[in-house]
C-alpha cells in the first residue's frame, strides 16, 4: 500500500506542476539545483567539490577551506604556498601546465590609411599610380640626368677654383696662388 500512495503522490505532484507551470519551466526552476558549488583550497587553490575537504574556522571566525590534511597542516605551520611545489600558487609562478592551455589573442586589424608625404599631396601621388610604367621611367631617367649634370658642374668648379689663381697682389704685379696645406706629413719636421 505504502508504494502505491507513494505514486500516487508522484503523479499528482507532476500534473499539478505541468498545470500551474509547464516541464519546461520546472526543469529550467531545477538548473541552480543541479549545478555543484565548488571551493577554493586556501592553501594550494585546488577545487574542492562537494563532501570534500574541511572547513577550518580561526579565531576571528574567518572560515578557511582545504582540500586536503597536509594542506591545512602547512598552513597552520605558516609555510608559503608559492614555495611549495604541488601548489597551484608555485606552478603559475613557475609556468608549469602553462603548454596545455593555449589562450587565444586577439589579432590586430591593421587599417591602412594614406597619407601625404613631405612636398607631394595625395593628389599627386595618385596621379603618378596612374601613370603608365614608360612615363614614369622617363621621367626619372630625365631626373637623374639633372643630377648627374648637377654633380659635375659642381666637380668643375672644384678644380677650377683650385687652379685658378686668388687674384693679384696691388702691391707687386704678380699673381698670388692659393696655399695649399703642407704635402709633407710626420712630427713638424
Known amino acids: 500500500l505504502h508504494r502505491v500512495d507513494r505514486r500516487q503522490r508522484q503523479m499528482c505532484i507532476r500534473d499539478s506542476i505541468n498545470a500551474e507551470y509547464g516541464v519546461e519551466s520546472f526543469l529550467r526552476s531545477l538548473i541552480p539545483l543541479l549545478i555543484m558549488k565548488t571551493e577554493l583550497c586556501v592553501f594550494s587553490q585546488h577545487k574542492i567539490y562537494p563532501g570534500h575537504g574541511t572547513i ?3 579565531k576571528d571566525a574567518k572560515t578557511n577551506h582545504f582540500s586536503s ?7 597552520i605551520a605558516k609555510k608559503n604556498p608559492r614555495v611549495i611545489k604541488w601548489t597551484l600558487f608555485y606552478r603559475r609562478q613557475h609556468k608549469k601546465g602553462q603548454a596545455e592551455i593555449k589562450k587565444v589573442r ?3 586589424i ?3 590609411k594614406q597619407r601625404d608625404y613631405i612636398g607631394a599631396s595625395m593628389e599627386s601621388i595618385k596621379q603618378r599610380r596612374l601613370q603608365k610604367p614608360e612615363i614614369r621611367k622617363a621621367a626619372t631617367q630625365a631626373a637623374l640626368r639633372e643630377i648627374k649634370k648637377k654633380k659635375e658642374k659642381k666637380k668643375l668648379e672644384k678644380k677650377d677654383a683650385k687652379t685658378k689663381p686668388a687674384g693679384i697682389d696691388p702691391k707687386s704685379s ?3 696662388y692659393q696655399k695649399l ?3 709633407h706629413g710626420g712630427k713638424g719636421r
Not at 590534511?69 to 598552513?75: G, M, S, T, Y
Request: hydrophobic fraction near 40%.
Open 69 to 75: 590534511r597536509k594542506a591545512r597542516q602547512l598552513f
Open 174 to 176: 704678380k699673381r698670388v
Open 106 to 108: 586577439k589579432q590586430k
Open 56 to 58: 577550518f574556522v580561526l
Open 110 to 112: 591593421v587599417i591602412h
Open 181 to 183: 696645406g703642407k704635402t
